[in-house]
């Protein structure tokens, strides 16, 4: 069997026009196609029809569309009243509650009515396809079809294999998601698909650093965005999306993968959704919002004024980031201890204390430095417990001098960064091992659906495969935890000094 996407008379159906079916028909008809859409509230479907359009000629004032793509687009919007009218589509999405029973009882009224050889597509962000496909005759032809909130902004689509999806429905459906000027990705029928679950490592790592009081949201956030490129840090994207989405969904995957300590949620986490601190909606959630709904971030930035900025400091690892940063601050480096000022150090997965005893420095004056991504904007320093803080101090207010920005942690094996960018990438590597989906499409679908500024494995490249790799390993020997095992396809790649991407 197989499906000509490209056939003139394509029609597809749109069950469920809330707001992601009305933004699935929009697209649809703006790809040429004819999109019928059905409501099961009276009325719903023709109220969604005339949103569309006026969102479409909205966009013809601002230049963005012409008249005539408005009318073309306009022309291909039908609206169904009964389930029946869906009988000639060629293939019908759903976008109903997401509810498995509503979308069984659905699947099997749509079974009755369409062709034998047309598909059937779940949007379901959270539900098995194969579940909603159980009880039906022809279980080849349904698969999933999971578009991203707002769908006329959001590029991706993922397109779900379950397991009885034939191969021609995958292609009918990749084909389908390009003419719909979305970018397609094959993705296994597991929980949270990719998205959602490669989205995981940044929010329970961002969490886990949290939980053992090792630095602030607001710190961890600021590290994400100035150091590693992101536009958010995983606090500010917890409030954004809203605790009562975030927090189901991580318990949901957690679940879902047998409880992989990689996916573990965090109690601190459930603690705010149970107090009803929900975000940016509830006006508290990780942050506090002022009236006008603005953040109230209590800042990242180490500043002693007292200190007095060090001029010499001991280089006990070469780094070359580090020595230019010391360079640029005005202080001079020196070969040998001289017994009184600070002794820098770059760990790379170890913690200060790890890194002071194993190579037998002095842990009162030892100050580990992180150089990960930009240290023009921000560089990350933590100290054993015990430090002398005059000595921390001066080598904080020597690092200011050189223009960036300095965040004070707790002593932490791998400070922020590198436990967050090492265990997104971890993830990544994971998720392409597995056969989620391909490498290439792991990295697509993450830059596309959570505008990361890389893929998952394109960022254990931009941290070095090997410190990657180097990374994960120290902080599972110190921590103990499993959650840091490193993927063993991260593994193999750190070893032959491959790229994360290199496919298998
Ligand atoms: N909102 C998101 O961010 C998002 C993102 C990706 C996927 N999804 C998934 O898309 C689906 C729809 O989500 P939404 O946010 O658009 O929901 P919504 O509540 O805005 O819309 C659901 C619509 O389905 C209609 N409906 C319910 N049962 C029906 C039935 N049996 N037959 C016909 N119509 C029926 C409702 O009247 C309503 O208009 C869910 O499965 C959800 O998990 C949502």
Same mark, same amino acid.
């Given at each position: ?65 012409? !008249? &005539?793509? =408005? %009318? ?6 039908? *609206?169904?009243?009964?389930?029946? +009218?869906?009988? @000639? ?81 995958? !292609? &009918?459906? =990749? %084909? ?6 979305? *970018?397609?990705?094959?993705?296994? +029928?597991?929980? @949270? ?116 900025a060090a001029r010499a400091v001991v280089m006990d690892s070469h780094n070359?980031?580090l020595v230019?940063l010391v360079v640029?601050s005005g202080a001079e480096t020196l070969a040998v201890d001289d017994g009184k000022s600070p002794i820098l150090v ?15 420095l002095d842990?009162?004056r030892t100050v ?23 000595v921390?101090?001066a080598a904080?207010?020597m ?106």
């Amino acid at each position: 069997m197989s499906l000509d996407i490209n056939r003139p008379d394509l029609t597809v159906g749109v069950v469920g026009t809330g707001a992601m079916g009305r933004g699935i028909a929009q697209v649809t008809a703006q790809g040429g196609i004819k999109a019928i859409m059905f409501d099961a509230a009276p009325g719903g479907a023709a109220k969604a029809k005339a949103a569309i359009v006026e969102t479409l000629k909205g966009l013809a004032v601002k230049g963005r569309l012409t !008249d &005539a793509d =408005v %009318a073309k687009a306009d022309a291909n919007l039908g *609206v169904a009243d009964k389930i029946e +009218d869906l009988k @000639g589509c060629h293939v019908v999405v759903e976008a109903v509650f997401e509810n498995l029973e509503v979308k069984q009882k659905l699947f099997g009224e749509l079974e009755a009515v369409i062709a034998p050889d047309a598909i059937l597509a779940s949007n379901t962000s959270s539900i098995r396809i194969a579940s909603i496909a159980r009880s039906l005759k022809h279980r080849d032809r349904i698969c999933g079809m999971h578009y991203f909130n707002p769908v006329p902004l959001m590029k991706l689509v993922e397109v779900i294999r379950a397991a009885d999806t034939a191969q021609w429905v995958v !292609d &009918a459906m =990749v %084909a389908l998601g390009k003419r719909q000027t979305r *970018v397609p990705v094959v993705v296994g +029928d597991t929980p @949270g698909f990719l998205v959602n679950l490669g989205g995981t490592a940044i929010g329970t790592e961002g969490l886990r650093i949290y939980q053992e009081g090792r630095a602030s949201a607001s710190q961890i956030d600021a590290v994400m965005r100035d150091c590693c490129g992101f536009r958010m840090g995983p606090f500010e994207l917890m409030d954004l999306t809203g605790l009562d989405v975030n927090f189901p969904a991580r318990k949901i995957i957690y679940e879902g993968f047998f409880h992989d300590r990689r996916m573990t949620p965090s109690p601190y986490h459930e603690s705010l959704f149970a107090a009803g601190k929900l975000g940016r909606k509830t006006g508290g959630g990780w942050y506090a919002y002022d009236a006008k709904g603005a953040k109230v971030d209590p800042g990242a930035d180490y500043t002693t004024s007292v200190a007095p900025a060090a001029r010499a400091v001991v280089m006990d690892s070469h780094n070359e980031k580090l020595v230019a940063l010391v360079v640029a601050s005005g202080a001079e480096t020196l070969a040998v201890d001289d017994g009184k000022s600070p002794i820098l150090v770059a760990p790379i997965g170890k913690d200060a204390t790890t890194e002071a005893i194993e190579r037998g420095l002095d842990p009162k004056r030892t100050v580990a430095v992180d150089v990960t991504g930009d240290t023009a904007k921000r560089i990350t320093i933590m100290t054993p417990p015990g430090a002398d803080a005059a000595v921390r101090d001066a080598a904080a207010a020597m690092f200011a001098k050189s223009g960036t920005k300095v965040t004070l942690i707790k002593d932490s094996p791998g400070f922020i960064a590198q436990r967050m960018v090492s265990m997104i990438a971890n993830l990544g590597c994971e998720m392409a091992m597995i056969g989620i989906a391909s490498a290439a499409d792991v990295d697509t679908a993450m830059t596309l659906g959570l505008n990361y500024p890389r893929g998952p494995l394109a960022l254990a490249d931009w941290l070095g495969v090997k410190e990657c790799h180097e990374i994960l390993v120290q902080i599972q020997a110190i921590t103990g935890d499993d959650r840091y095992r490193p993927s063993q396809w991260l593994r193999r790649r750190a070893m032959l000094g491959m790229s994360a991407t290199t496919p298998e």
